[in-house]
């Protein structure tokens, strides 16, 4: 198959890799290295869901809506828990290149591996919790804003867990660690590392490690995750504390 | 039905946060947990955990967004927003959604489809007697898909399944109203669920589970009639064994505008009660309907910005004199 005239022949691919652009320890945003984004929760988005929620960092802006527990398909087995079921989509216009919207499976196995650890399944069994999530715009660090957005999401439905959950990401360039990256810097990363836990009962459900890491970095990392796993949780809680005071 | 944005003016939304801040003060009932809250509990007592509490190292902690009630030794928290959890003898309302071999399956906002068999709900004909599979094809005949209808909770199956009864009169299908979904929480156990609105000539049911039902008064005795009626034509029809009801003779007598009217109103009084978050209790209801007839308020203004801001400061004023007089 090959031609005889032997023009065509196989390249290894070009990388072509930004860097980011810090200057003296500045993100592009002019964060520092070490410091998240601004975050705005709100629950009670879909008045249709049996509870939702609404977060924003910085430009990555969430929806998450909870149905149930209702009653499992006949189809499904029986089962003495209930289950949860997660899908994670993305609007068209989410990113910079238009139409790429549709369920993200990666995403929605992640969501419910991160969640199931935290909800008290055994409490409502022959049931199902439905848990969809829509990202509106991605600005990077989609999914660690999925899954705190959905435990606050589960926590307005009355759904009961043991703490909420909360979720954050690092990414690793050569020397630095870049806590909460944004699409440009998550686009030319060296590696990442993103940590879920329940802040107040300090149990870890889910770690995702990618890319090139030292041991001594990654204790590095973990360490600043959960320092800002620990602050993303107190914000919730005075979301939902707001939240429920005005139900009083 | 929350996070309702009525547009309101500057002034307005002044007032409502002070009405609303008062309200807080005044507020007797425990400040609200969430997930993850530490219960203050006195150990030495031999607590009981009840629903929505854990233990985490030796502490009582909550799982659910809620308030924390105590009886006697037991602590527990009763979620806001969370389906309804039923209790033997609550009276519900509900919606059909399935009619399956030999019962019906209704929402009733529980975690499952609740189920009403046959055999536990009175047959027209009034008559004590087995089920036969004549009944049972005439089924549809008495309630159909999403139909709305009031029963009460039996109880549960050893799997887990909600079995409800209807074996009096006044349950049954619910016509000619509306239907009013709020949080289960807001709606607290009484004697009197139905209620019977002479003056208004409406019929309201305040159903355990949340759902709230505004209609036209039925007459008890009319109903029976209609029964009767009914059980005719079936026994008329039972030899053929086809009943395609005859076109409800109760869809030619309308309600009057009036009637409506008072559905609306007391529909809108409820939707604005649950919107700010107070129990749902017939006296409150009744007295915002006054309140909105006294201040000559139509009834769609009774959903506007300026009707929700009187009623908060309304009731912050009752509750801030009811403190005062007892202290």
């Known amino acids: 198959m090959a031609s005889k005239s032997g023009t065509i022949s ?38 249709a869901a049996s509870g939702s929620a609404y977060a924003e960092f910085g430009n990555t802006k969430v929806i998450v809506s909870v149905f149930g ?23 068209t216009f989410s990113t ?27 409490t409502f069994p022959k049931t199902t919790v439905d848990v969809f999530a829509l990202v509106l715009e991605s600005g990077g660090s989609e999914l660690p804003v999925i899954i705190s957005c959905a435990s606050l999401a589960l926590a307005d439905a009355g759904i009961a867990m043991f703490d909420l959950v909360t979720s954050v990401s690092v990414s690793c360039f050569k020397d630095d660690l870049v806590i909460d990256p944004v699409f440009e810097e998550e686009s030319c990363q060296d590696g990442s590392l993103m940590i879920v836990c329940m802040p107040l009962r300090n149990e870890v459900t889910q770690l ?31 979301c939902l504390k707001e939240a429920a005071s005005t139900l009083q | ?98 009619v399956a071999p030999k019962r019906w399956r209704l929402d009733i906002n529980f975690i499952q489809d609740a189920i009403l068999m046959l055999s536990s709900m009175n047959l027209p004909d009034g008559i004590q007697r087995r089920r036969t599979a004549v009944d049972e094809l005439n089924m549809r005949s008495i309630f159909e898909e999403n139909d709305v209808i009031c029963a009460e909770v039996r109880g549960s199956q050893n799997d887990g399944s909600l079995h ?18 709020v949080s289960p929480y807001l709606v607290k156990r009484r004697k009197q669920h139905f209620h019977y609105l002479e003056q208004y000539g409406v019929d309201l049911i305040l159903g355990c589970n949340g759902y709230i039902w505004v209609g036209a008064h039925s007459d008890g005795g009319g109903k029976n009639e209609d029964f009767e009626d009914l059980s005719a034509k079936l026994e008329d029809k039972m030899e053929v064994e086809v009943s395609p009801l005859a076109p409800h003779k ?47 308020t139509t009834v769609r203004d009774m959903l506007g910005g300026e009707f929700y801001t009187r009623i908060a400061e309304r009731e912050a004023e009752r509750r801030s004199s009811k403190r005062a007089t007892q202290v």
């Open chain 1, 10 to 47: 196989t390249y290894s691919p070009l990388f072509s890799r930004k860097n980011p652009n810090f200057t003296n320890g500045v993100r592009s945003d002019g964060r520092h290295f070490h410091e998240c984004r601004l975050a705005f929760l709100r629950t009670g988005a879909v008045n």
């Open chain 1, 69 to 91: 527990p209702r009653e499992s398909k006949k189809a499904m087995m029986y089962s003495d828990t209930g289950r949860l079921n997660c899908s994670v989509s993305f609007t």
């Open chain 1, 96 to 122: 910079p290149i238009r139409g790429q919207g549709s369920e993200h499976k990666e995403f929605s196995s992640m969501l419910h591996k991160a969640l199931e650890g935290a909800i008290m399944l055994e």
């Open chain 1, 208 to 238: 995702t490690v990618t890319g090139e890491w030292s041991t001594p970095k990654v204790h590095e990392a973990m360490d600043l995750c959960l320092g800002a796993c620990s602050k993303l949780g107190d914000i919730m809680r005075l």
């Open chain 2, 1 to 98: 039905m929350r996070d309702v944005n009525f547009a309101m003016t500057q002034t307005q939304k002044v007032r409502l946060k002070r009405a609303l801040q008062c309200l807080r003060d005044c507020s007797v009932a425990s400040s609200p947990v969430i997930v993850a809250d530490t219960i203050p509990v006195n150990l030495e007592d031999n607590i009981l955990k009840g629903h929505g509490t854990a233990e985490l190292e030796g502490e009582v902690v909550a799982t659910l967004c809620g308030a924390v009630e105590r009886v006697n030794k037991l602590v527990l928290v009763r979620p806001f927003r969370a389906r309804y959890k039923p209790e033997i003898g609550d009276i519900v309302v509900g919606r059909v959604i399935e």
């Open chain 2, 164 to 181: 409800l009864q209807a074996r009096s009169q006044k349950y049954g299908k619910l016509e000619k109203g509306q239907l009013l979904s």
């Open chain 2, 250 to 296: 109760e869809e030619a007598s309308s309600v009057p505008l009036g009637t409506r009217e008072n559905v609306c109103r007391l529909a809108n009084a409820i939707r604005i009660l649950s919107l700010l978050g107070f129990n749902i209790s017939m006296e409150l209801i009744l007295d915002t309907v006054v309140a909105s007839v006294t201040w000559n």
